[in-house]
């Protein structure tokens, strides 16, 4: 019967092992799809990678809902809530349409 160690190691090498063959494995998978890709002209957007935004294309920021009346600052009612509304009535600050 093999000691602890022994299967320790024989699991370390197996491991090592796996892991070649998969490097082996994906490099010849990408390979193979990079020339079907190449010997079909096959695009990005055919595959459903491309996105329906341009890159570096952001969102328009939404416009302001809430007003603070002594120091103008603004907040669209998204994310984090501003110190000066923390606790308030949020209907007093209201921008009116």
Do not use: C
């Not at 935004?53 to 809902?65: E, H, I």
């Not at 907040?75 to 606790?87: K, M, Y």
Request: proline share 6%.
């Amino acid at each position: 019967m093999a000691t602890y160690k022994q299967l320790t190691a024989q699991l370390e090498k197996l491991h090592k092992e796996v892991a070649v063959a998969r490097d082996k494995e994906v490099a010849q998978a990408i390979a193979d799809i990079r020339q079907q890709i190449a010997e079909y002209g096959i695009t990005a957007e055919e595959l459903g990678f491309s996105s329906k935004r341009a890159p570096g294309a952001r969102k328009a920021p939404l416009p302001p809902r809430y007003r603070n009346p002594k120091t103008d600052e603004t907040w669209s009612g998204r994310g984090r809530t501003p110190g000066w509304l923390v606790g308030k009535n949020r209907d007093r600050f209201l921008i009116e349409d």
